[in-house]
């Protein structure tokens, strides 16, 4: 028979087993540590009717949806989880209690021209607080807790939260008078990082037409920076010339106060006046967090406080506040840069059982022992030579070994290696279940990745 | 601003945030059990090439699918997780190791006509054990033993696994000289449950032109039922005569041997000869798993054994053995049923915290304490009214409520209230840690589905 050569669509992540299982464990992760905040967890469908979808219409991203017809139907495929999420409240509205704090980790699709590190298909894990007309700051000053939380479950060490409040910026645009220019401006700003703050100026006077004196303000104001209190006092330099940046201000000083209180470091966080993230949407405070040792990377944890949700399909106003996990792409980068550690489990199994005997039944029933108490056990009873089984187990990773022969049966032991030390234990099967547990815990004991 | 309706499109399943609880526990009970036996998560593009995902072609779910072009590539959503799996094995045949045991959970798509209880986007919860060149029975074996500790880690309790093998069913045609009119009579058998066997016999002769011994001679085969012994037992008054049939019945009692030994309670389990789940894929033991006080569901799990994963995609003989749980259908059968145990926490949070004073500083510090505790709190400050916070604890079934004031806070202690039993406490902040882990505990005893 013509055979069809297998292949995975580039730009689709295809995990090997463990790599899988690593990344099995920071979605575990990242679903433990939302929960304790009280976010529940949502699935929505990948597939939406189109017009619900594409109801805010336009924008950069409609060029990359699937986007197909089945019978008469106009689908497409999610490319966010935000636009489902203001979907599913505003469809569920009554069902629902506000606020309302949501998890999900799902699969989302861009078609994106392919090229290393760029996935079509990929995860998101999304953290939303929706209220019901009005939402506290305060839920916005819990946000650096959840990531802070987030990363250092997951292993990060050297990791930064930077937040800034797009008050404060409208504000501080709208008092030198250049709030139509606002966007251009943060535009050319968002390159100081690559081009300099010399270059920003020049672009700032010659694209959009700023005095030169403008410019210099706005570099200044931009380069404002030091420790939280360092910032804030500056900034009050500017308040009670104008409302807005006043607010924002007082919003800011919110989010810092309590940082403390939430257990968040202050070397994982910074004031940072440089971070806009996008023109329209947000509305307060604008969170970005990026790898110290990674600043290529970009940011890997964003999202920041929105007034309006679901402004397409209700009249009801829904402000809220959340960060987005491109987790995909944080996977693979934490791969490349050998980030992710290699010393926690990643095997099937736990034990591997050799039945030295014709009757399987002695061996059938330790697995079950085994598995009745937690233990992951596989039975090699396949025809192969002893050396291969062991070699299964080698290549697999699957720390312990367990030989069941007709002496061990008659004395009711077991023997078992642990195949990282090589040492062998003799032991009766509790004491096995035991011993084997103890080791567990003790490979258990490191972090997904190495921060 | 025109709004758009908002709707989520007919055929796909959106929960709400309480049975989607529920559902979440059934997926890592089924996680966690498989994962005792070996199996290694995997998780596989959504979309494939076409003709990669359609390569054995033809077929009755081909009209199902959703198959759409992007660019200049045909695209197909995966419509089962069997298809990406054989895909998967002959990819990285060279980076696995056999026998190679995965378990997937995962949406697939097909586009069934729209009714009651069918979806077009289902999640399907599989388990293979794959082979290279060879498969031991004993795999076979042991798949009853894993249908009997999910279903009971789920919480079921009246389910029977059915199990046949194909090679009794082949011989057995074979010896009465009906091999190539089998598949005809195998579906006439199968209306066995719905018309009788009268019927079945008169159809037997009428549609598939058996005589009517031939009939009687089938009637009386498929008829033998009683304790696993009583079947065996009649089943060898047919050995010798065939070799397949022969090799189908070892196989069958090696199956039933060793049931025990894994555990599997005999009522849990029946060899059932009606049973032949499909013509062309199984080629030795075959599975249903039915719940004893819902026969009109069918089978919730079904599987068995065959020859040939992947021979669309590679020369490679690599035989398996799987089950497939249909998760979606099941969890709207237990819903529509009743059977999702109402007691188990739904809530979004254990423990619903209320500042009764301006600075929250002690407030937040209690969280994160709970937090770091592994319980899931959440604060309300949201500018509500007492009554209206305590409504929102009731309406979302949240367990506990701290209430936290000045005095509590100047006499170092916490007061907390069970929700369920109106029950007061004051204490330290410790204590309480330790009170609300105690009641969560208790809580969370029972299992997600009423058996």
């Known amino acids: ?4 050569t297998p292949r995975t669509l580039s730009g689709f992540m295809e995990l090997l087993p463990a790599p899988q299982q690593q990344m099995e464990r920071i979605m575990e992760t990242l679903r433990r540590t939302y929960a304790l905040y009280g976010f529940t967890p949502l699935d929505t469908p990948v597939i939406e009717s189109s017009e619900v979808l594409l109801a805010k219409g336009g924008g950069e991203t409609e060029k990359q949806i699937y986007r197909f017809t089945k019978g008469d139907a106009d689908l497409s495929l999610r490319f966010d989880l935000t636009v489902p999420l203001a979907k599913y409240v505003a469809l569920h509205y009554n069902d629902l209690s506000f606020p309302f704090r949501r998890y999900q980790i799902g699969k989302v699709y861009r078609g994106e021209r392919a090229q290393r590190g760029r996935f079509r298909e990929f995860y998101q894990a999304d953290i939303d607080i929706i209220g019901d007309g009005k939402l506290s700051i305060l839920n916005e000053a819990e946000i650096p807790a959840i990531i802070y939380r987030t990363f250092s479950a997951l292993g990060l060490r050297r990791f930064q939260i930077r ?4 008050k404060i910026l409208n504000g501080f645009y709208a008092m030198m008078g250049l709030t139509e220019r606002s966007g251009d401006i943060m535009r050319t700003v968002d ?8 270059k920003v100026g020049a672009l700032l006077v010659a694209d959009c037409g700023l005095t030169h004196d403008q410019a210099d303000e706005i570099l200044k104001f931009i380069a404002i920076s030091g420790s939280n209190e360092t910032v804030l006092s500056a900034l009050e330099g500017y308040r009670g010339r104008n409302e807005v940046f006043d607010q924002g201000l007082t919003e800011l000083a919110t989010v810092v106060r309590y940082l403390a209180d939430f257990g968040v470091p ?19 405070t604008v969170y970005e967090t990026t790898l110290l040792d990674h600043p290529e990377i970009g940011s890997v944890c964003s999202g920041g406080r929105y007034d309006n949700l679901a402004e397409y399909y209700t009249d009801r106003q829904l402000p809220g506040v959340g960060i987005s996990i491109g987790l995909t792409r944080l996977f693979y980068v934490l791969g490349e840069q050998g980030m ?4 926690l489990p990643t095997a099937p199994a736990d034990v591997l059982i ?3 005997t014709e009757d399987l039944s002695a061996a059938i029933s330790l697995a079950t022992l085994l598995r009745d108490n937690g233990i992951r056990a596989q039975l090699h009873w396949e025809e192969k030579k002893f050396k291969q089984k062991i070699s299964y187990a080698d290549k697999l990773s699957i720390p312990y070994v367990i030989f069941l022969g007709e002496d061990e049966i008659a004395a009711g032991v077991v023997a ?3 195949m990282a030390t090589g040492e062998q234990t003799k032991l009766e099967p509790a004491a096995t279940v035991y011993h084997i ?3 567990l815990a003790e490979r258990e004991k490191g972090a997904v990745i190495l921060g």
């Open 1 to 4: 028979m013509a055979k069809m």
């Open 163 to 166: 937040v800034n409040n797009r």
């Open 191 to 198: 390159k100081l990082d690559k081009i300099g703050a010399e």
């Open 266 to 284: 202050a070397e994982h966080f910074a004031v940072d006046l440089t971070i806009a993230r996008g023109l329209d949407y947000y509305t307060g």
């Open 340 to 343: 992710l550690n290699p010393d």
């Open 354 to 356: 050799l039945p030295m």
């Open 416 to 418: 078992c290696k642990d």
């Open 437 to 439: 547990k103890a080791g």
